[in-house]
């Protein structure tokens, strides 16, 4: 039991340097102290370290930069590398595993030992990795270093433990794949070609066994050059010697016919009988010219040459186009018999993989379909159909169909919305898909123990809204929602993305939502807001759009005397909304400059709309352009269904929008609201009077993140600048000119944007009048600005570089003397229950407001409860309550009874404004009110506000506003992103720095509980879309096209083994076919072959030590030999090989079984045959 006292009436600990712990090095620093009080508040503490561990679960999306494809026939799994070193394994729904190699070596084949639950790696660092499958968390078991030569190719056979490599010198190793050492059998290049031959022939390119004989190993040389070896004979049988470069081969069943692939787009047909020359020689693509010629054509870089029972063959092939069309996509073709049909991909072919019935490769094929791997996309094609139809991808592959700019993660979700969702988004999805089922089926998943509703909403570049069902560590798409369609098509050469060059003008920056009253919004990069309400009912409707002025100006002056005595407000409800006639401003409105004014960056559609089911737009907020400077981005937004409002901010000022009544409720600069509580000495400044247009714009080309080029990306975190204890040196820097020393003429706020100024004119009419405060006798008080914001340099590329490439910020001299008071930024807002002043003796609604200069302001609001009178009388914003100080920029709020228990925000339950009016029933509002004195025993207690900045976090008790708790997180970095999160039936305040560090603290009294150095390098992409969530969850993203999730929680990873699916399921292999008796007879001795007695070290010796290292796996026997020492480590070998022991008796039992079973077919048979000869003569057969 953890005993709080509670700090008296009217004691502050405002001061940064006031109840603070001693700070330390590294990620978390301080400890938490307590200001001691006469009376005490009892809170039980549960959450202890014990009950947090950090630990990846699942990545959702498609593999970046993917390399690489294999596909196991018989478990029916799938396997892709990635340049970064990652593995996917996918099989059925709910089977998906991602693998990393230490190294981050770029995977350039993949090999998996058919049905034997393992698989085979190649890496760019020349390591081959062999992974084992049979456990829910594949682990490599051996790798093999290669120092003096570079691995090109790979390939295992069926049923074989011997391992075929490739080299780029041209020799050919062979790996034992059980115990991963090299035998010393190996085909030197210079052995395979013929002594007279003076040129190199190249890495090779290709190895495969003949489907005619195991001991026949076919090398295909880069050069052009193709040898069959003899392994028993340690000779070539015979050598192809061809002008155009090879690029794969592939083998007829029989044997008898392999075809290859050019780099003239040329298929070449050879024939064992005649090796001369090719016994067929094809373009594809290539048509003849009018002079005879033949048109040149792109090389062929893959061919699968496959047998069909009831069919001619399929030849499959990537590449060969012809080059004089220029812009023509790349395309797979498929030639079946005479027919050829070319299919167009939206991106670059990596890797295609035909996909057949059986796993032998010396009978019919019967190819059933053929996955194609492209750069950022991932299709089965069906080829049992003459139209090819594609199949439909059951797995998340098209998360980055519009590059993502923000995500947010929802759990525990209530348990309808999923399926209402689904219902909405399934008739809108696309038809003409293949009928059969998804071919990749293998492994086994099932709904785990511990699963709750989860939905993550991903919003894009292209203005859409994507959400996904992640329940169960499963990720599907439930719903999508278009924001564009809000908007008039920008015209070309017009708007704003014309002027600033912006090529995503609908790019969501951030969404709010309250999955109980189901009202959803959006935050645009144009300064735009759309709030949605959701509907099972279309509708016609007319958009309401409103526009506001949020602008400062650059000449304004605020002095020490024009600070003192004006508060900001009036009494409340002196400065109520009235409705004025407002002039409708016409959007080609410029001033007599010409530049700019009073129009907004998009046009809303004016005309009457027809709106689908689901979530329809009800208002639109944008704000205007002032004196040609486009307005400021938007950096927070909070919204309450049960308050009916909408607060947004940046850093000109703050907003308050009833959107039940569409209207302006608030429209304030940030110095405005502090009034005489301002902690800060303002002096005057000289004013700017060259203004710098800065017209870059934030996540800009964001659908390019594949290109080379550099991209600006503008955070929208945190201020370069920081409370300092010292007041006076905060005094003096205040007072310099903006103008004296700036960087890159951009303001040093938090926002996103750069800062511009206007004149600080607000449209009267639906937003109500400005609140202006004015000394006796003079006209309204200008205030002044600074032009100096943060930018980053993030480039994007290929390279390892920009990979790796870390978010971190300058805290350089230059930018400590930047005036601090300027462009002062709304980063966080919360509505709630609690107490606008210390003299409240009951909670009512409230704003609490966040700046980027540590500053919390506390703001009470007046809100009729009546349902007729909310709908008509205004609400009133009182004056501005409490104002707090915290080290860096404000992030996130939170609130706790005097039980420690977490108060939910107020909430209205959802209706459906499009349902058919019912007389008896009439639609009122139905609010789900949590005050925080109604889970203590009586009124008046108060309750805690937590308040987490970028550098700290504090507890306090309201309404006397006392800080309780100081907790100083990070003094060498930066909070990123915080939430107040339940887990374990408590609650925790969750912190993800931009060092990497995770940490978790106690709630109140903010104990270090967790504090994990996950990520050594933290880029921009994650500093952005990162999001913690209830339950021990969090997500980010982790590459372009991927979502990684993680859990912080104990018990969640302690049950992480039961929710994830299965990779390996045991089957019967499927036996060979009869080959027959002329078959087996004329068809040579291939089943006679035994690798080991050619490859094994009695026949063949060791390999060089210097050639190859053995590395042992983490995951491997020789790790389980050390981890199990001692008796219990032998109680459990010996219970392993019982298991296995039992498990081989039960496969053996079943073998004779079947056996048995076979026996009295074939006597049956053998019976029938007798009677149905014994009457016959010899000359009758």
């Known amino acids: 039991m953890k005993k709080f006292r509670k700090v008296l009436d009217g004691l502050t600990t405002s001061s940064p340097g006031g109840t603070m712990g001693s700070p330390s090095c590294g990620s978390a620093a301080g400890t938490p102290t307590a200001a001691p009080t006469p009376k005490e508040i009892d809170v039980q503490e549960t959450l202890v370290s014990e009950n947090f561990q950090l630990c990846k679960t699942v990545r959702h999306g498609f593999p970046y930069q993917p390399t690489s494809l294999a596909f196991d026939p018989v478990q029916k799994i799938l396997a892709i590398g990635s340049r970064s070193g990652g593995v996917r394994i996918l099989g059925r729904p709910g089977v998906d595993c991602y693998c990393q190699h230490e190294s981050g070596a770029a995977v350039l084949q993949l090999q998996f030992l058919i049905n034997e639950g393992a698989l085979v790696t190649a890496c760019a660092d020349d390591t081959l990795h062999l992974w084992n499958l049979r456990q829910r968390r594949p682990a490599v078991l051996h790798s093999l270093k290669f120092n003096r030569e570079r691995i090109t190719f790979c390939h295992l056979p069926f049923q074989s433990k011997w391992l075929y490599v490739g080299t780029e010198r041209g020799n050919t190793h062979i790996v034992n794949i059980e115990s991963f050492i090299l035998s010393g059998y190996v085909i030197m290049w210079n052995k395979a070609i013929e002594l007279s031959t003076k040129t190199h022939p190249g890495p090779v390119v290709h190895l495969s066994d003949s489907p005619k004989d195991e001991g026949k190993l076919l090398i295909g040389f880069e050069g052009g050059t193709i040898v069959q070896w003899d392994l028993r004979a340690k000779k070539a049988d015979f050598r192809i010697y061809y002008d155009e470069a090879i690029h794969s081969v592939s083998w007829h069943h029989e044997g008898k016919q392999f075809m290859c692939s050019h780099s003239d787009g040329s298929l070449t047909l050879w024939n064992l009988r005649n090796t001369t020359k090719p016994f067929q020689v094809t373009f594809p693509h290539g048509k003849i010219q009018k002079d005879g010629r033949k048109e040149s054509c792109k090389p062929i870089l893959k061919v699968e040459y496959k047998t069909s029972r009831s069919s001619e063959p399929f030849v499959i092939f990537s590449g060969g186009l012809s080059y004089d069309k220029a812009g023509r996509r790349p395309a797979l073709t498929i030639m079946h018999g005479k027919a050829i049909t070319v299919l167009e991909m939206d991106y670059p072919i990596v890797e295609f993989m035909v996909l057949c019935e059986t796993p032998y490769n010396n009978e019919v094929q019967d190819p059933y379909a053929v996955v194609v791997l492209l750069e950022k996309d991932f299709i089965v094609v069906d080829l049992t159909q003459s139209n090819f139809p594609v199949f439909e991808n059951p797995y998340p592959m098209d998360i980055h169909e519009s590059p993502v700019t923000c995500t947010a993660y929802f759990a525990d979700c209530p348990p309808d919305i999923i399926p209402i969702l689904y219902s909405i988004g399934a008739k809108n999805k696309k038809t003409g898909y293949s009928h059969k089922e998804w071919p990749i089926g293998g492994g086994t998943w099932t709904l785990g123990s511990h699963t709750y509703p989860e939905i993550i909403i991903t919003g894009h570049a292209d203005g859409s809204i994507k959400f996904w069902d992640a329940s169960a560590f499963t990720l599907q798409m439930l719903y999508k929602l278009k924001t564009s369609k809000v908007f008039e098509k920008p015209k070309p050469g017009e708007g704003r993305a014309a002027e600033l060059g912006e090529e995503d003008p609908f790019a969501v920056q951030m969404v709010s939502w309250c999955p109980h009253s189901r009202i959803f919004c959006v935050v645009g990069i144009s300064a735009h807001i759309i709030l949605y309400r959701f509907s099972k009912y279309d509708a016609n409707t007319q958009i309401v759009s409103l526009e506001v002025r949020l602008q400062c100006e650059p000449e304004d002056i605020i002095t020490p005397s024009e600070n003192e005595n004006n508060p900001c407000f009036s009494e409340p409800g002196s400065h109520s909304p009235q409705t004025h006639h407002q002039h409708p401003v016409s959007p080609g409105s410029r001033t007599p400059d010409g530049a700019k004014d009073s129009i907004p960056c998009l046009k809303v559609k004016d005309k009457m709309v027809r709106v689908p089911p689901g979530y329809q737009s009800d208002l639109v907020i944008q704000l205007l352009w002032v004196d040609g400077e486009p307005p400021q981005q938007i950096t927070s937004l909070d919204l309450n269904s049960a308050y009916g409002l909408l607060a947004f901010g940046n850093c000109n000022g703050l907003a308050v929008v009833d959107y039940l009544q569409k209207t302006v409720i608030l429209c304030i600069s940030t110095l405005d609201l502090y009034g005489a509580t301002d902690p800060y000495q303002r002096l005057t400044r000289s004013p700017r ?228 009016e019912d007389p008896d029933r009439p639609r009122r509002r139905k609010l789900v009110h949590f005050s925080p004195s109604s889970s203590q025993d009586a009124f008046g207690e108060g309750h805690l506000a937590v308040v987490c900045s970028e550098r700290q976090a504090k507890v306090f008790l309201m309404p006397s506003q006392s800080c309780l708790f100081v907790h100083n997180i990070t003094e060498s970095s930066f909070v990123l992103r915080a939430d107040v999160v339940s887990l374990c039936n408590s609650v925790c305040l969750a912190c993800f720095c931009a060092n990497g560090h995770v940490m978790t603290l106690s709630l109140p009294s903010l104990r270090p509980l967790m504090d994990v150095n996950y990520l050594p390098l933290t880029d921009m992409r994650i500093a952005r879309t990162f999001c913690f969530t209830n339950e021990g969850q969090a997500l980010y993203l982790s590459s372009p096209t991927e979502i990684q999730r993680i859990t912080y929680s104990q018990e969640m990873c302690d049950n992480l083994q039961e929710m994830l699916g299965e990779l390996f399921t045991p089957i019967e292999t499927p036996e060979a076919q009869n080959r027959g008796f002329l078959k087996g007879f004329f068809g040579g001795n291939a089943h006679t072959f035994d690798r080991e007695e050619l490859f094994g070290e009695a026949a063949a010796g060791k390999a060089s030590r210097s050639l190859a290292q053995h590395i042992p796996g983490q995951g491997g026997v020789e790790g389980m030999k050390v981890a199990a020492s001692g008796a219990v480590g032998e109680l459990a070998r010996a219970r392993i090989a019982l298991d296995e022991r039992g498990q081989r008796l039960g496969e053996l039992e079943e073998r004779t079984a079947l056996m048995m079973t076979s026996a009295e077919t074939f006597s049956k048979h053998a019976h029938e045959l007798m009677l149905k000869c014994k009457d016959k003569k010899w000359y009758q057969f």
């Not at 203004?691 to 991209?711: A, I, P, V, W």
């Not at 004015?774 to 309204?780: F, K």
């Not at 790796?804 to 005036?819: C, P, W």
Request: aromatic share 6%.
């Open 689 to 916: 009077r060259n203004r710098q247009s800065t017209s870059e714009h934030c996540m800009r080309g964001l659908s390019n993140f594949y290109s080379d080029s550099k991209k600006r990306i503008r955070t929208s975190y945190q201020s370069l600048t920081e409370l300092t204890d010292n007041q006076q040196s905060i005094d003096m820097e205040r007072s310099k000119s903006p103008t004296s020393d700036h960087v890159n003429g951009h303001c040093t706020s938090p926002t996103s944007q750069p800062c511009s100024a206007g004149k600080p004119r607000i449209p009267m009419g639906p937003e109500g009048p400005r609140l202006t405060r004015r000394g006796p006798g003079r006209p309204p008080f200008r205030k002044a600005q600074s032009a100096a914001c943060m930018e980053i340099s993030l480039p994007v590329s290929h390279t390892e570089e920009s990979r790796e490439n870390s978010f971190s910020r300058s805290r350089s001299s230059s930018v400590s003397s930047i005036d601090r008071d300027t462009k002062e930024a709304i980063t966080t807002l919360q509505f709630g229950e609690s107490y606008g002043r210390k003299s409240d003796a009951l909670p009512t609604p409230c704003l609490w407001v966040g700046t980027s200069l540590g500053v919390v302001i506390l703001i009470p609001l007046s809100i009729p409860t009546d349902h007729e009178e909310r709908m008509e009388d205004p609400v009133t914003v009182g004056p501005s309550g409490a104002v707090q100080m915290l080290k860096g920029s404000v992030l996130r709020f939170g609130f706790l009874d005097c039980n420690g228990a977490l108060i939910q925000s107020p909430y209205e339950v959802w209706r459906d404004l499009n349902a058919p």
